[in-house]
């Protein structure tokens, strides 16, 4: 059973890997992004995009545990 779990992670984690790849490689056309006066070099649309992802998914836990830490510190202060 546990040799079937780590074959399905790693089967979504390639088709993951896959699909990321995929979109950028089907995103190449340049973009500049302008964001409060501030202006970025022109990059793939893929790029600002992905690093979109990859802090979301760095910020995404860490507010669920301020969440769940939060939760039970509510529950230990209560009379």
Do not use: T
Not at 6 to 20: E, G
């Amino acid at each position: 059973m546990r040799n079937l779990k780590r074959a399905l992670v790693v089967l979504f984690v390639l088709v993951l890997v896959m699909l990321v790849l995929f979109f950028v490689l089907e995103n190449q056309q340049a973009v500049a992004l302008v964001m409060f006066g501030w202006s970025a070099p022109s990059m793939p649309v893929a790029v600002p995009v992905v690093a979109a992802l990859l802090l979301g998914l760095a910020i995404g836990p860490l507010l669920g545990a301020y969440g769940v830490w939060r939760g039970k510190r509510r529950l230990r202060s209560a009379p």
